[in-house]
């Protein structure tokens, strides 16, 4: 079997129609080798830029793909500006969280009347590849959520970018799709951005863990995941929880100075080779001990990959009522212990791997004791 995306069952629910992911603009300091970083080391192509030599004067932005994931990675080329200020607050991180919609108008009105607050009213861009809407609404921290509508465009991303090719050859790791993106908000603000999700744009809550569900000898947080109709848009939220030490998601929010995107999952389908030409190619993974191994067999019944060779990529996995997953966490991507990569294979589960959150949570906890901040 090969691994699915979420249900397509469209409901009634969302205020607006999603259709996924449009792409991932972070913020960085040094756009130029970050985009090295993208694609030699997790297999994605150069697609396009904006800069100087297009016609930009005060940033340059790279946009990477892969199969269906398209980042953008954007620095400011002036000290004063809301980028070089953005970075200098949080250091690397996610910006924009872009949406694909049909009516980025549509979206955005009906976004602010349910109690939205603008990020951006919407406008129009052309250039001879046609017309693009965009507008845009605030999430948590200095986080935004843009909405796209490219249904009259042919370019490579935007107007204003020029299509771009990687000047070496890049390998693809196999990733396909977001499969979700994760915030980390403050102690007792959770709830109050659930909400937002199914007061503005429609979403179910989908699932609610509480410290007991996600806690270690010394840390814990809770989640809620907010998803919207169609499934191919879903949002955990973090909050801290009391615990005898420092939780991560508290660590996350000193070093981000405030809320914002913990960690994003990409799919594959097939992790053992994703994992393994990403470690060849630099990429280091949070370390589970071999131990963890011991009862999956029994915890998780048959499975059909070798298990020999996930406990060699350190690979976790996890089972629910429609099957299972498989998942593993990059370490922090950037200086600060901030933002994280989760690459996971659904074999028919929905769910976010709940059996493996000790095993995390712990090997976070080594990561944290080591930067001194647990
Ligand atoms: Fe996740």
Redesign the pocket.
């Given at each position: 079997m090969i691994a699915t995306a979420p249900s397509t069952t469209p409901t009634s629910t969302d205020t607006f129609p999603l259709k996924g992911t449009d792409h991932l603009e972070f913020y960085v300091g040094n756009a130029k080798q970050s985009a090295l970083y993208y694609q030699a080391a997790l297999g994605f192509e150069w697609v396009a830029y904006a800069g100087p030599e297009t016609g930009v004067r005060d940033r340059v932005s790279y946009v990477l793909q892969q199969d269906k994931i398209r980042i953008v990675l954007t620095s400011s080329l002036l000290p004063d500006t809301d980028i070089a200020r953005h970075v200098a607050l949080h250091g690397d991180g996610v910006k924009v969280l872009a949406l694909w919609v049909d009516d980025a108008e549509y979206s955005y009105y009906t976004a602010v009347e349910r109690g939205a607050e603008s990020a951006f009213a919407p406008f129009k861009m052309n250039d001879e590849h046609g017309e693009v809407t965009l507008s845009a609404i605030k999430t948590y921290g200095d986080t935004i959520h843009t909405f796209v509508d490219r249904s009259q465009y042919k370019g490579a991303f935007l107007p204003g970018y020029e299509a771009r090719k990687s000047v070496f050859p890049v390998k693809s790791v196999g990733l396909k799709y977001v499969?979700?993106c994760?915030g980390n908000v403050e102690l007792g603000t959770m709830n109050q951005w659930v909400k937002f999700y199914q007061d503005v744009m429609g979403f179910k809550l989908l699932i609610t863990f509480d410290d007991n569900d996600i806690s270690t000898e010394y840390t814990a947080l809770m989640s809620k995941v907010v998803s919207n109709g169609n499934g191919y848009v879903k949002f955990?939220i973090n909050e801290p929880a009391k615990g005898l030490k420092k939780s991560q998601i508290e660590e996350y929010l000193d070093f981000y100075k405030g809320a914002g995107v913990q960690?994003i999952?990409v799919a594959t389908d097939n992790i053992l080779e994703t994992v393994s030409q990403m470690r060849a190619n630099g990429v280091d993974f949070l370390y589970v001990p071999e131990n963890y191994y011991e009862d999956v067999p029994e915890r998780v019944g048959a499975i059909e990959e070798n298990l020999e060779d996930l406990k060699k990529q350190n690979i976790l996995i996890d089972r629910d009522e429609d099957g299972y997953l498989l998942?593993i966490?990059t370490k922090p991507i950037q200086d600060r212990p901030t933002v994280f990569f989760?690459i996971?294979q659904r074999r028919g589960a929905r769910s976010?791997?709940k059996g493996n959150f000790k095993a995390l949570f712990e090997a976070i906890e080594r990561e944290q004791a080591l930067r001194g901040t647990l």
């Amino acid at each position: 079997m090969i691994a699915t995306a979420p249900s397509t069952t469209p409901t009634s629910t969302d205020t607006f129609p999603l259709k996924g992911t449009d792409h991932l603009e972070f913020y960085v300091g040094n756009a130029k080798q970050s985009a090295l970083y993208y694609q030699a080391a997790l297999g994605f192509e150069w697609v396009a830029y904006a800069g100087p030599e297009t016609g930009v004067r005060d940033r340059v932005s790279y946009v990477l793909q892969q199969d269906k994931i398209r980042i953008v990675l954007t620095s400011s080329l002036l000290p004063d500006t809301d980028i070089a200020r953005h970075v200098a607050l949080h250091g690397d991180g996610v910006k924009v969280l872009a949406l694909w919609v049909d009516d980025a108008e549509y979206s955005y009105y009906t976004a602010v009347e349910r109690g939205a607050e603008s990020a951006f009213a919407p406008f129009k861009m052309n250039d001879e590849h046609g017309e693009v809407t965009l507008s845009a609404i605030k999430t948590y921290g200095d986080t935004i959520h843009t909405f796209v509508d490219r249904s009259q465009y042919k370019g490579a991303f935007l107007p204003g970018y020029e299509a771009r090719k990687s000047v070496f050859p890049v390998k693809s790791v196999g990733l396909k799709y977001v499969d979700h993106c994760v915030g980390n908000v403050e102690l007792g603000t959770m709830n109050q951005w659930v909400k937002f999700y199914q007061d503005v744009m429609g979403f179910k809550l989908l699932i609610t863990f509480d410290d007991n569900d996600i806690s270690t000898e010394y840390t814990a947080l809770m989640s809620k995941v907010v998803s919207n109709g169609n499934g191919y848009v879903k949002f955990p939220i973090n909050e801290p929880a009391k615990g005898l030490k420092k939780s991560q998601i508290e660590e996350y929010l000193d070093f981000y100075k405030g809320a914002g995107v913990q960690h994003i999952a990409v799919a594959t389908d097939n992790i053992l080779e994703t994992v393994s030409q990403m470690r060849a190619n630099g990429v280091d993974f949070l370390y589970v001990p071999e131990n963890y191994y011991e009862d999956v067999p029994e915890r998780v019944g048959a499975i059909e990959e070798n298990l020999e060779d996930l406990k060699k990529q350190n690979i976790l996995i996890d089972r629910d009522e429609d099957g299972y997953l498989l998942q593993i966490f990059t370490k922090p991507i950037q200086d600060r212990p901030t933002v994280f990569f989760e690459i996971i294979q659904r074999r028919g589960a929905r769910s976010f791997g709940k059996g493996n959150f000790k095993a995390l949570f712990e090997a976070i906890e080594r990561e944290q004791a080591l930067r001194g901040t647990l």
